[in-house]
C-alpha cells in the first residue's frame, strides 16, 4: 500500500520561504510522478508542480519563479519550496503520487495534507 | 478562473442518479480525472482515463466523455457519496495540469 506523509512547519512569515517534505512508503520514488497541490481554506484545489523520476520538474505558471520541488531517492522523499510568500500561499498543502498516460494524468494517491498558515 | 468549468452544486435524492460534469477545451484531447473529497480529509481518486475505478471504489461511480465535456455518475446515489467533486485533467497546451473548480453535492 502506498502511503505518503507530508512534514513541515505549520507556521511560515510573510516574505520567507515555505519548505515541505513529502516521505513515500509502499513505493520506489524512481517511478512515477511526484506532485505537491494545495487548498485554501474553503476553496478548491491548485496543482503546484511535480517532478518525475528521472528528476524533470514542472511547475504551475502562476507560481514558476517561485517554486522548487526536488528528490532526496536515498530517502524516498520530495520536497517543496515556495519563496516569498505572502496570505495568499496559506493553504493545506498535500503531496501526490501521480501515473501519466498520453491521455490522461491523475493523481492516484495523496497524503493526509498539512495547514501551513502565513502570519508574522 | 480555471480552465475547467464545473457546477458548483448539485443535488440528488437518496438512491437516484446524478451526474456531475467538467467543461473544458483540453477534455478534447485528454480525459477528465475525478476525485472525491469529504471535509477534513484529502480527495480520493474514483475515476480515471476513459472509464476506470481505482481498487475500493463502487461500481455506482462512472466516468464517460463528450467532446469538451467530461461527467462522472453516480448511479444510485447513498448517503455516503455527499461530498466535493473535483475533476482534474492536463490544461490546453498540454503541459500543465489543472483542477475544475468543484461541485458540492448534497444527497437529499
Do not use: H
Not at chain 2, 440528488?12 to 477534513?40: D, E, F, H, M
Not at chain 2, 480529509?41 to 467532446?67: C, E, K, M, T, W
Amino acid at each position: 500500500q502506498v502511503q505518503l506523509q507530508e512534514s513541515g512547519p505549520g507556521l511560515v512569515k510573510p516574505s520567507e520561504t515555505l519548505s515541505l517534505t513529502c516521505t513515500v512508503s509502499g513505493d520506489s520514488i524512481s517511478s512515477s510522478y511526484w506532485n505537491w497541490i494545495r487548498q485554501p481554506p474553503g476553496k478548491g484545489l491548485e496543482w503546484i508542480g511535480y517532478i518525475s523520476d528521472s528528476g524533470s520538474t514542472n511547475y504551475n505558471p502562476s507560481l514558476r519563479g517561485r517554486v522548487t520541488i526536488s528528490l532526496d531517492t536515498s530517502k524516498n522523499q520530495f520536497s517543496l519550496k515556495l519563496t516569498s510568500v505572502t496570505a495568499a500561499d496559506a493553504a493545506v498543502y498535500y503531496c501526490a503520487r501521480a501515473q501519466s498516460t498520453r491521455l490522461n494524468f491523475y493523481f492516484d494517491y495523496w497524503g493526509q495534507g498539512t495547514l501551513v498558515t502565513v502570519s508574522s | 478562473s480555471s480552465e475547467l468549468t464545473q457546477d458548483p452544486a448539485v443535488s440528488v435524492a437518496l438512491g437516484q442518479t446524478v451526474r456531475i460534469t467538467c467543461q473544458g477545451a483540453s477534455l478534447k484531447n485528454y480525459y477528465a480525472s475525478w476525485y472525491q473529497q469529504k471535509p477534513r480529509q484529502a480527495p480520493v481518486l474514483v475515476i480515471y482515463g476513459r472509464n476506470n475505478r481505482p481498487s475500493g471504489i463502487p461500481d455506482r461511480f462512472s466516468g464517460s466523455s463528450s467532446g469538451n465535456t467530461g461527467s462522472l455518475t453516480i448511479t444510485g446515489a447513498q448517503a455516503e457519496d455527499e461530498a466535493d467533486y473535483y475533476c482534474n485533467s492536463r490544461d490546453s497546451s498540454g503541459n500543465n495540469l489543472v483542477f475544475g473548480g468543484g461541485t458540492k453535492l448534497t444527497v437529499l
